[in-house]
């Protein structure tokens, strides 16, 4: 990485200081305001020169499309969308890191999944939470699983049936119905367990 200018230090400083403590980047505005520029124009110059020194990467048409190296990435990383049939680590899939230590949970999380909806509200995982996966291709009756049915992947607590070919994924709000899985018949597989939430501060 190229030598960065006293400026361009405090602003990389910044971004690792507010993944730290939030477990996504800065907008330009935030930048803009903490380093006392008139505009989030200023932060869009530094950032674009960090990115010229290999100090961070950008990731277009996003307002937090912020980035450290592979080599500088904090902690755990934090998985956005998955696409249908894609790996859940697959590079795109992940949205950013957060700097938490994988051991801090037990065993140890793997990565952090973007909670989307409220099939689970009733045991205090909300939407935007951040769950602690570990990632295991094994799950016990009554854990929290991320699962993936015919590419897609959801959240549910794992239930065996009666008959070893089914198994049932349910939710943790009246509102929505478990899903019964044929395991002759559907494309079924375990990507982890949970072993945490995490609540973001938005």
Known sequence: MIKLTSRQEEILQYIKEYLQETGFPPTRSDIAKEMGFKSPNAAEDHLRALARK????????ASRGIKLPINEQLGLPIIGQVAAGSPILAEESIANYCDVPPDLFNPAADYLLSVKGTSMIDIGIHEDDLL?????????HGEIVVARIDGEVTVKRFQ??????????LPENSEFSPIEVDLRTDDFEIEGISVGVIRRKI
């Open 160 to 169: 065996t049936g009666e008959t070893k070919h089914m198994v049932y994924l």
């Open 132 to 140: 602690a996966v570990h990632k295991t291709s094994q799950a016990t």
């Open 54 to 61: 290999g100090a961070i990467e950008m990731i277009p048409g």
